[in-house]
């Protein structure tokens, strides 16, 4: 039988340690709303949305008030729009009225964000996805809710660079077109490498063409858990150290797949995964930095960071993959700028540059996650910056992304504020230097070798 | 894992005449068996663990919740209400 101590340790990681369900997000899927009617295709999307999510809200409120566990966030992830309104859309203009269907639906449901308006390009483009990318600024000014993704590469089929390329001016038309309101709107756009399918994390969550009509996944948390873990073992050796993080990624892990089940058998809607990340919130003490800190480095950024990272993520999987039945998604700890007050802390105190970040998205999941970037930068730098991201997801067959936000009117020194759970970020400084010419070169970079590997 | 009914009930707070016998009564008025209790002193805060059967409840899972989180406004403890079931998944393999 449970004891006592047991019950107050969990309820000690809740009310202390930030311990919370991050997200559950319902993926459906719209193929069997393709209509070359653009009307009819809107009215069986938003029909479908508000029929399938239309008790997730409610669910999720009765499971956080069975086990007293905080669901901060429900959410929706769609097939990706490109695949959905091809037949019917022949403009951007066309594309942006899904984007307001699916903002629509969002607010009748209850979800504080819908993920899938997405294009995967890795290869090539059609007309519909150049036509989706393109309507992506009006599609994302003119909702609330609204969040875009495009998958530009993978190990399979190399990085299209003609799509990287254009997401880089893409990219500062929605800063162009939210700069009164600090370039916001970028935060709910994130272009890939390798983009999973089941995705439960917005910005990039989409509802791949390979999964079920409907199903949930869930994201856990818990960074706050793990540093206080950690914190009773401080000076001992690597061994304990690992064994620790370990065990503690179990536990967080557990809460996540009782509460997909709950939500899996409430809903009558299978289960798809639980994503095994650790994402920070800029609540005190809710930081991935501070663990970084606390296994013994003064900043986030200091030399052995990409090591004590690397280390930090391969325990949280060996521990959480055994404590759920399926595990996918992004799994791996988010190093956000914004949403983590320890990597402000480092950016601040000058202990982290772009360069570090991207030598620690190697290692972890995501990539350059909600950094803010001075709005003078030139679109060929940004998609130098998104080459770069998707070349090292592309040879180390991993997934990685660039979330970046280039605040139009503001230079690096400076601050943006982004609200709630995004928190702030200062801006950091960007490299100088030119790579126009590479970027303005066509075509794509063929996939890598899969053999000889060195 | 099989679907149980068996409720952790967990009291918090400062130390004071008559906490269990208040939450005993309102369990008690409510035909919510009691199956194990357990108490200990954690940093000066008094924690008590009640193991309880709500198969018989007179009420819902909801209400039980919203009340005894009232009734331990009144006493001036924190009274927390849960599911067996995120201990087992946590705690045990």
Do not use: W
Request: one cysteine or more; aromatic letters at 4%; charged letters at 25%.
């Amino acid at each position: 039988m449970i004891n006592i101590g047991e019950v107050i340790e969990t309820n000690e990681m809740v009310e202390q340690e930030n311990l919370d369900v991050r997200t559950i997000t319902l993926g459906i899927s719209l193929l069997d709303c393709i209509d070359a009617d653009l009307k009819k295709l809107n009215e069986k999307i938003y029909n479908k949305i508000t029929t399938v999510a239309k008790d997730l809200a409610k669910t999720a409120e009765e499971i956080e008030q069975e086990f007293a566990i905080p669901i901060v966030n429900k959410r929706i992830s769609l097939t990706p729009v490109a695949l959905i309104g091809g037949a019917a859309c022949k403009s951007p203009e066309d594309f942006a009225t899904i984007a307001h269907t699916m903002d629509a639906a969002a607010k009748e449901v209850g979800v504080n964000l819908i993920g899938g308006y997405s294009a995967l390009v890795s290869k090539g483009m059609t007309k519909a996805d150049e036509l989706l990318i393109r309507s992506i600024p009006m599609a994302l000014c003119g909702t609330e809710r609204v969040c875009s993704s495009v998958n530009l590469a993978s190990t399979k089929t190399g990085i299209n660079m003609d799509a990287v390329r254009l997401m880089g001016e893409i990219l500062l038309k929605v800063a162009e077109r939210s700069k009164d309101r600090d370039s916001v709107d970028c935060m709910k756009l994130v272009v890939f490498c390798n983009a999973p399918d089941d995705n439960p994390f917005m910005a990039g969550a989409f509802h791949g063409v390979t999964e079920a009509d409907a199903v949930i996944n869930v994201g856990v948390s818990g960074p706050g858990v793990v540093k206080r873990a950690l914190e009773k073992v401080r000076g001992e050796n690597f061994e304990v150290l690992c064994e620790t993080i370990k065990k503690t990624a179990f536990k967080v892990t557990r809460v996540g797949q009782l509460v997909a089940q709950e939500a899996s058998r409430m809903l009558n809607i299978p289960f798809g995964i639980i994503d095994l990340s650790l994402a920070p919130t800029p609540a005190v003490g809710d930081s991935v930095a501070d663990i970084l800190k606390e296994i013994g480095l003064e900043y986030a950024g200091a030399p052995g960071t990409t090591a004590a990272l690397a280390l930090l993520n391969d325990q949280v999987k060996k521990g959480g993959v055994m404590a759920s039945s399926y595990v996918g998604g992004l799994s791996g700890a988010f190093i956000p700028v914004s949403e983590d007050q320890g990597m402000i802390d480092s950016v601040l105190a000058g202990a982290i540059t772009l360069e570090k970040l991207e030598a620690m998205t190697c290692v972890c999941s995501v990539g350059l996650d909600m950094i803010a970037i001075p709005g003078d930068t030139k679109a060929s730098t940004i998609s130098g910056i998104i080459a770069d991201e998707m070349a090292l997801g592309m040879v180390n067959q991993k997934t990685t992304a660039a979330r970046l936000i280039p605040v139009i009117g503001k230079g690096v020194g400076e601050t943006v504020e982004f609200g709630g759970l995004f928190g702030y970020a200062p801006i950091m400084p960007v490299n100088r230097f030119s790579c126009d010419d590479f970027i303005r070169r066509k075509g794509r970079i063929p996939a890598p070798i899969h053999s000889f590997k060195n | 894992m099989e679907k149980t009914e068996k409720t952790i009930i967990t009291v918090v707070g400062k130390d004071t005449v008559g906490i269990i016998a208040r939450v005993c009564t309102y369990l008690a008025d409510n035909k919510i068996n009691i199956l194990d209790i357990s108490q200990t002193i954690v940093q000066g805060y008094f924690n008590m663990m009640m193991i309880a059967d709500m198969k018989g409840a007179t009420k819902s899972f909801g209400d039980c919740v919203k009340e005894l989180d009232r009734l331990g406004e009144e006493i001036g403890v924190n009274i927390k209400c849960q599911k067996e079931e995120i201990f087992q998944k946590m705690h045990r393999i």
